[in-house]
């Protein structure tokens, strides 16, 4: 297993947890925020590896309590970074990142009523923030 400092550790934990904020807050309700919480636990539990010990262990990040966009302004940002230290110190990990991230959030936006057009928007930016640096 590759070994990350605790600031990138930090980094893909909080890029990963802030996608499914972002996701769950562009659809709000509280009945669905719960839903949706536990649909990421499971997401984050199943990965494998490098990435289910780093999403799996330790505090929960903290993410800015000011307005949605702060999160993004933080979370978008932190997942590019997140695939540059992959690609960097982990490649063989990369994929199962993206696919643990993605899952987490479809997983969040189909559990209350479907993906609706403002969670599409965000997964969306979340899927070209994953994708390979050019």
Not at 10 to 39: C, H, Q, W
Not at 45 to 65: F, I, M, N, Y
Not at 109 to 131: C, F, N
């Amino acid at each position: 297993m590759a070994e990350l400092t605790d600031d990138e550790r930090s980094t893909l934990k909080t890029g990963a947890f802030g996608a499914v904020y972002l996701v769950s807050n562009a659809d709000p309700g509280i009945f669905s925020m719960v839903r949706e919480s536990f649909a990421a636990s499971d997401a984050f539990a199943g990965a494998s590896g490098l990435v289910k010990d780093v999403l799996t262990s330790g505090e929960l990040p903290k993410l800015p309590r000011e307005t949605p966009a702060a999160v993004e302004e933080l979370v978008l940002p932190l997942l590019r970074r997140s695939v540059a230290i992959l690609i960097a110190k982990s490649p063989h990990d990369l994929d199962e990142y993206r696919s643990t991230v993605l899952g987490a959030v479809d997983r969040v936006a189909q559990a209350a009523s479907g993906v609706d057009p403002a969670e599409q928007t965000m997964i969306d930016r979340i899927t070209q923030a994953l994708a390979d640096p050019s």
